[in-house]
């Protein structure tokens, strides 16, 4: 699909949503009122993509790549303050720095 039938597709989509005063979510998929929805100047249609509860949802609930990628930032901190702890003895005990 070319970008001008994309846009005829989006634009026919918001026309639709404006005309019947519903729009399906696009992360729960139900069929909302256009009020469950945030206004958004940007978009075709002046709403969000997401109902009012999904964006609720998404920001206070991490997705799961964000729950791992926060789990490997976690061991690596941990593994640093173990390296600068170390760090520290060794210097403390060679006599560079007081403890």
Not at 43 to 63: H, I, N, Q, W, Y
């Amino acid at each position: 699909m070319f970008m001008g039938e994309r846009l005829a597709v989006r634009q026919e989509r918001a026309e639709l949503a404006l005309e019947i005063g519903r729009k399906i979510c696009g992360r729960c998929g139900e069929a909302k009122e256009l009020e469950a929805f945030r206004p958004r100047k940007d978009s075709l249609d002046g709403r969000r993509g997401l109902c009012r509860v999904c964006e609720k949802a998404k920001a206070t609930e991490p997705e799961p790549e964000d729950r791992e990628r926060f789990a490997r930032w976690q061991k690596r901190e941990a593994d640093f303050d173990l390296l600068v702890e170390k760090m520290r003895r060794e210097l403390v005990r060679s006599g560079i720095v007081e403890d």
